[in-house]
């Protein structure tokens, strides 16, 4: 249910960062229909947030300029899969998982290529873990993450990464920040619509030779975008508008529509954002910096 905010009476809080694809390759398919995928990821200090309780009866909140958009079946929303399929794996092992009120503030946009639901599953499962006091296995707990969604396990590390296969091998890597702004046009992107569109599906993996990284970012690239700009117009029209407020590079993540332009400095990037919203208010425009994988 919608509710006015997370301020008071909570015992836990989590960050549910967005995740930022700065490279996508498309490198083959499963027999099963799973794409094969090479990814750069990192993440944002900015996103979502999550805050846990003890409750009489299990409870979910929500509040945020993007709450309103949200499913809340428990078949379809990750917040509450994930806290279902922790407390079963709890009861099983012989913990407690008793009720809990989640408060869900949604900042981010729905269905945008940022890994909103994953992370706020992610955090989900963090959050729950230290409400409850209960330690599993790394395995089980991986497990979980996998069967919520591949973006889940890459979430619930939230660090800069390598992810590869489906997006369950991960590795750590030693990027650095970027300070960037997210822009993105308001429209949901379907990531199933966006892999059928796909034309070629066996393309080279990640070239991660080049020294400098912001080089080698460049030199890779979103094998999604091209389809994603047929599907949403929208998507050239926002990486053009990122480029003329004075980002030094532009790519969209994931399957879209959220973009991202990398700038110079923080003070240049809170300045195009705020340009841009008084372009565009009817957009999501944001100035934030990721995380370094020191």
Known sequence: MPDAGMSGGFAVTEDALAKI??????????????????????????????????????????????GLALDLDPGGNLVLKARDMLRQAALAQGDHAPPVHIHLEKNL???????????????????????????????????????????VLMCLTSR???????????????????????ANPLKAVSTPEIFRLLTEKHNPPLDLRTGDWLATI?????????????????????????????????????SGATCFGIFGSIEAAEAAAAKLHSERPDWYFQATETLSGD
């Open 21 to 66: 694809n700065l490279a996508l390759h498309v490198t083959g398919q499963r027999a099963d229909g799973y794409h094969l995928l090479d990814m750069l990821v990192t993440f944002a200090r900015h996103g979502d947030r999550l805050a846990f309780a003890p409750s009489p009866a299990d409870e979910l909140t929500i509040s945020g300029r993007f």
């Open 218 to 254: 460049e030199a890779n690239r979103n094998d999604l975008e091209p389809a994603a700009r047929k599907l949403v117009p929208e998507i050239g029209q926002i990486s053009t508008l990122l480029k003329q407020a004075g980002a030094k590079f532009v790519r969209m993540s994931g």
């Open 160 to 182: 800069p990464l390598i992810a590869r296969g489906i997006g369950e091998k991960i590795e750590p890597v030693a990027l650095p920040s970027f300070v960037i702004v997210l």
């Open 109 to 151: 946009p729905i269905a945008s290529g940022i890994g909103g639901g994953s992370a706020d599953a992610a955090a989900a499962l963090r959050g729950l873990l230290r409400l409850w006091s209960i330690h599993l296995p790394d395995g089980i707990l991986s497990a979980i993450a996998v069967k919520l969604g591949a973006d």
